[in-house]
């Protein structure tokens, strides 16, 4: 059973790196902010109704997080790679799940 707990478990490594994103749980769900130091304020946001949406949108950030953070001079596509970093973003989502 999915619960907030072991999604922010699942997740610590990379909200623990990622010093600007920040979940917050409200009475009907749960957003995604990312606070900017220069304006002092929160850049944007992502509603997420659901334990299983605020998984999603972790996923997306964490393969996004990937794609920067990997230096390989690889002939693929970004695409490609994009497929890549989300298929192992999807692998770290899956443990959300799990007993």
């Known amino acids: 059973m999915i619960t907030l707990e072991k999604i922010l478990n699942v997740f610590e490594d990379y ?5 600007t994103l920040e ?3 409200l ?7 990312s606070w900017q130091s220069l304006t002092q304020h929160y850049e944007f946001s992502n509603f997420c109704p659901t334990l ?7 996923t997306s950030y ?5 794609k920067y953070k ?4 690889e002939m693929i596509s ?12 999807n ?7 799990s007993v």
């Open 52 to 58: 299983d949406e605020l998984a999603n949108v972790l």
């Open 70 to 73: 990997n230096h390989e001079q």
């Open 78 to 89: 970004d695409d490609e790679k994009m497929q890549r970093f989300m298929e192992a973003a």
């Open 15 to 19: 909200l623990e790196e990622d010093q």
């Open 62 to 66: 964490y393969a996004q997080n990937l």
């Open 91 to 97: 692998q770290k989502k899956l443990k959300c799940y």
């Open 27 to 33: 009475k009907h769900g749960y957003y995604v902010v």
């Open 23 to 25: 979940v917050m749980e």
